[in-house]
């Protein structure tokens, strides 16, 4: 059974067995710290049954738009008919390696719950990044942490080694295909993978970006990592220091105060290609 056939046969029990009320009620804070605007229009990729549509169309409100696309004929078939009467939202059966929309046609875009089941990641992002408007979002998101997604997979075969890739590895997908800015959140029950579309696009060739454009991301993506890992070292050193074990306490604070001095570098460098 292959990946289509699989949310194809699921989606009659998709909502009821996944999308427990406590679940649903997360929905709407993870959309909310999209901070989405009313009267933007969003694109949904992999949108399954529609389990985000509610959340997005709150946040859009009543003028914005949600274009919902999925590659499993049932799941869209049961999103529509759960969204008949709504005027907002328009559910359309097709592939993220195939979008079928115009470059900048939407303020943000939503990958929710699907980017591990995509066979090739980085087309689906090179897909994704020219449908963006100037400054528009990408958030790859999910209600489990990288860890979490990994186990829960490999309780079903056809899905069992569809994984998101390493911090780094995602990184470098990200600005590879266009993105900038790029930041993850991996923790319990949660992941957001958000990067920023800085360059309109006229088409979908190569993306065309000088010396000085990789230089300002490949250094916005290392201060990133770093203060994420001082934020660790930081949380680890004083985990040591409880548990009575200073002299290591004492080695990693050294790391910290390295960190924040390769920091502050890479900040002076990229305010000097300014």
Known sequence: MNRREFFNQMASVWDKRFYS????????EIVASFRLSRGNCVLDIGCGTGVLTPSLLIAVGQLGVIHAVDFAGEM????????ENNQNVHFILGSVETLPFDDGSFDHVICFGAFPHFDSKKKALKEMHPVLKTGGNLFIAHALSSAQIKAHHKASSPVANDVLPEELEMREMMTTTGFWGVSIIDKDRCYICKGKNRQNRKNRGALVMDF??????RLENWITHNDHHQEEYELFAEQLEEAGKNESSEHVREMIELTVNSTECLRNAFKALE
Not at 22 to 28: A, P
Not at 76 to 83: E, L, T, Y
Not at 212 to 217: C, H, M, N, Q
């Open 21 to 28: 009320p406590e679940l649903i009620g997360r929905l709407d």
């Open 76 to 83: 869209v078939k049961r999103a529509r008919k759960k969204f």
């Open 212 to 217: 000085t454009e990789k230089a300002r991301i």
